[in-house]
């Protein structure tokens, strides 16, 4: 049962009062413009046993994300295609409130938006990893470790997944006698588009995107907006308690596409230069 | 979502027969559940929703409790005989995640202020679903909040919008979300104008975008309606009494 939550940061209200003075006269306590995100470092490629890897670190939150290709049964009702899975969790390590056990809803919203916003904008052509239609298909897991957590987790586990797909070296299975072998080569992942998530969030009347932790315990409400290669939305998720109006969405979604673009580049960019 | 096959016919009539902007018939009856302290049941199309408010009242564990507001907690749960092949009971990540953005939709509409340290919990059991049962949810959770009494600053009111046959058609069913191009809920305070809900699969540009946002907006003001007469009908009779009463 969903239930009304406390944050689990606890911010004094001095610090609380602080920033929302800092807000109300166009700063953020770390000295950011509204619409500028934090440093952004992918590293590739880090994790051999994978057959694709990303480290990423969004100011301090760091998310290491894996993919392991399998094969298996297709989904139902889609039976031509490979099967996708992107899952996420919160380790122990990452931050002093997270205790180990199931998930709880937040991190099934998260791992639920990084989905979609890979499975939505159709990034990998799944039709093209089916070995026996209807029967075997390639089943990519991508599995995403949040190790340290310091706000806007979405965007940041969102990063490591693409860079970690993007990366990816897709094993070559083969049938043989009615078995599936490996047959030792790779090739890379049809990938079709590149999707960039952007969090914004609302706290008063300002809207800032890349939160960090400090900045989510006093926001309003939040809104991740993802955008494909060619501009266009999607998925969009809006979360926590509060509202936004019908304007702040829509500059939400317009920053979300000229700051997605931006970190396109650049995720093309670091992408190459780890390779 | 690649669609494979036309959606709406050379007529303008989609899969049950609606044109791009209608809504799915919409039927609400309010107090149907004789312990809850607020109740509705919602026919939205052929989902059959019912929703029932219990609160304000302890919270249990006591640590939950929050000392300057009312603690909302919320269920949304699918009946395993409410889809084509039987649901597992348990719940799924998918009401896990269903039932906090509902959640996070009423939130805004309730004056949890007025209650600190008490709980308002909200369970919505969907018996037969069809394409878009958490806007219905929400629906049918707004006007049991309002029907147990408890203090709001507005309705909330739910409806998607999406892409089909690259048209931009409102409220989306069950066919249409699983084969269509774009679905997006969406859940709106009427008289505040704020969204409290918004999600969004599929790809639109900003075009549709915008006009599915608006679309949906519209929906949500005939469902406002809706919800309105069911209220005024359980509590006044009918409209014209309440008139009658306000003058």
């Given amino acids: ?275 | 979502m690649v669609q494979t096959r036309s959606l709406i016919d050379e007529n303008g009539k989609r899969t049950d027969g609606r044109v791009i902007d209608e809504l799915r018939d919409v039927k609400i009856g309010v107090g149907i559940i004789k312990n809850a302290d607020g109740s509705a049941f919602i026919e939205f199309g052929k989902n059959k929703i019912i929703v029932a408010v219990y609160g304000p009242r302890e919270v249990h564990p006591k640590h939950m409790a929050l000392t300057d507001k009312c603690v909302l907690r919320c269920r949304y749960h699918m009946s395993p005989f409410s889809t084509d092949t039987r649901k597992n009971p348990a719940p799924s990540r998918r009401e896990v995640e269903i039932s906090k953005v509902i959640r996070e939709a009423l939130e805004p509409a309730i004056i949890l202020e007025d209650y600190p340290r008490a709980a308002i919990d909200v369970f919505i059991e969907v018996l037969e679903a069809d394409g878009g049962s958490r806007c219905a949810g929400i629906d049918a959770a707004s006007v049991a909040l309002a029907d147990a009494g408890i203090n709001m600053r507005d309705m909330v009111s739910a409806c998607a919008a999406g892409k089909v046959d690259d048209k931009i058609v409102l409220d989306i069913n069950d066919t249409e979300d699983k084969e269509g191009g774009a679905d997006m809920p969406i859940a709106y305070l009427p008289n505040l104008n704020q969204i409290s809900l918004l999600q969004l699969d599929g790809i639109l540009d900003s075009t549709q975008f915008n006009s599915c946002i608006d679309n949906a907006i519209k929906g949500c003001l005939k469902i406002y309606e809706i919800q309105r007469t069911a209220l005024m009908q359980k509590y006044f009779g009918n409209e014209k009494e309440m008139e009658l009463k306000e003058e």
């Fill in chain 1, 1 to 275: 049962m969903s239930s009304t939550r406390k944050s689990t940061l606890i911010i004094e209200n001095l610090r609380k009062q602080q920033m929302k003075e800092l807000i109300a006269s166009g700063k953020r306590l770390d000295g950011r413009l509204f619409d500028e995100s934090r440093s952004l470092n992918i590293q590739v490629g880090v994790i051999k046993k994978a057959n694709g890897s990303a480290w990423v670190k969004l100011g301090n939150t760091e998310v290491v994300a894996g993919v392991k290709v399998e094969t298996g049964e297709p989904f139902e009702g889609l039976e031509n295609k490979g099967a996708l899975i992107v899952s996420a969790e919160v380790l122990p390590t990452a931050s002093p409130f997270i205790e180990p056990g199931p998930p709880d809803e937040e991190t099934i919203e998260l791992a639920r938006v990084v989905d979609r916003g890979i499975r939505e904008s159709e990034m990998i052509d799944l039709e093209k990893l089916a070995l026996v239609p209807g029967k075997i298909v390639y089943v990519i897991f991508v599995d995403c470790s949040i190790i340290n957590s310091d706000g806007n987790l979405f965007d940041a586990t969102s990063y490591a997944a693409v860079a970690a797909l993007l990366t990816a070296k897709i094993p070559i299975f083969e049938m043989k006698d009615g078995a599936v072998i490996d047959t030792g080569k790779t090739k890379e992942a049809p990938i079709t588009t590149l999707p960039i998530s952007i969090t914004t969030v609302r706290l008063g009347e300002s809207l800032l995107i890349d939160p960090t932790s400090e900045e989510e315990a006093c926001m309003d409400s939040r809104i991740t907006v993802t955008t494909n290669s060619d501009k266009f939305f999607t998925a969009i998720q809006k979360g926590s308690s509060g509202f936004f109006t019908l304007e702040q969405i829509k500059n939400a979604t317009e920053t979300a596409k000229v700051k997605g673009e931006e970190l396109r580049r650049k995720f093309k960019e670091m992408i190459n230069l780890g390779q």
